[in-house]
């Protein structure tokens, strides 16, 4: 019985199918920390874009 137990804990230790997800979620933490971090400065550039566009749609 022991050998079994020994053989579940190995194929535990190797299974690395959980890795991805916790990675994703990390990443996911990251990137919606930064955008709180610069809303302001995002919300400055996208505006300066559509003005850009909108000036530029004008001349047309």
Same mark, same amino acid.
């Given at each position: 019985?022991?050998?079994n &137990? #020994?053989?579940f /804990?190995?194929? %535990?230790? #190797? #299974? &690395?199918?959980g *890795?991805?997800?916790?990675? *994703?979620?990390l990443? %996911?933490?990251? =990137?919606?920390? =930064? +955008? +709180? *971090?610069?809303?302001?400065?995002?919300? !400055?550039?996208?505006n $300066?874009?559509? !003005?850009?566009? /909108?000036?530029?749609a #004008? $001349? =047309?």
């Amino acid at each position: 019985m022991e050998n079994n &137990n #020994d053989n579940f /804990t190995v194929s %535990l230790k #190797d #299974d &690395n199918r959980g *890795i991805g997800v916790v990675e *994703i979620v990390l990443i %996911l933490v990251v =990137l919606i920390a =930064l +955008i +709180i *971090i610069f809303k302001d400065k995002i919300i !400055e550039i996208v505006n $300066s874009a559509f !003005e850009s566009i /909108t000036s530029g749609a #004008d $001349s =047309l």
